[in-house]
């Protein structure tokens, strides 16, 4: 099997990032120079796009209920460089902010429970685990403390 049959078989079940495409290559013994123009020759037909990716990624994460630290770091795990990953995160317009999308994880925990030590710990950590950053926990904590929820 030559490289682009290789290449187009492994995009056959779901879009790739340039990074998971070089990584795929070389795992299956192609040369550094041949999957380089490989990836390129993809990227011109639009068949790999890291910035298409990622604002399709975003909105899949943030419909999860992800946080905005575990989508990027889930990107970079795919081999999505850093710049791409913000410039992307600064073209996404979510419908929501992240302090909206940890408020509507949190009231899902707390649903019919009372506020107390206990549920903010629990808060705390799912939103931690989701990808929340620190001050937007605070805040999400800080309202069920005032009583401030819905």
């Not at 889930?74 to 850093?82: D, I, T």
């Not at 410039?87 to 925990?109: D, G, N, P, T, V």
């Not at 710990?121 to 999400?140: A, E, F, H, P, W």
């Amino acid at each position: 099997m030559d490289i682009k049959d290789t290449a187009l078989k492994y995009l056959a079940s779901r879009a790739r990032t340039r990074g998971e495409m070089a990584k795929h290559l070389r795992e299956k013994g192609f040369e550094q120079e041949e999957i380089q123009e490989t990836i390129q020759r993809l990227e011109q037909l639009h068949y790999l796009d890291d910035m298409d990716y990622c604002l399709r990624y975003f909105e899949y994460a943030f419909g999860k209920g992800r946080g905005t630290l575990r989508a990027k770091r889930e990107l970079e795990e795919k081999g999505v460089s850093r710049e791409i990953i913000q410039i992307a995160f600064e073209e996404y317009e979510a419908e929501e902010s992240e302090l909206e999308r940890a408020r509507q994880q949190a009231a899902k925990i707390a649903a019919g429970k009372e506020p107390d030590r206990k549920l903010m710990g629990k808060i705390g950590r799912r939103l931690t685990t989701m990808g929340y950053s620190s001050d937007v926990i605070y805040q999400v904590i800080g309202s069920y403390m005032r009583n401030d929820y819905e």
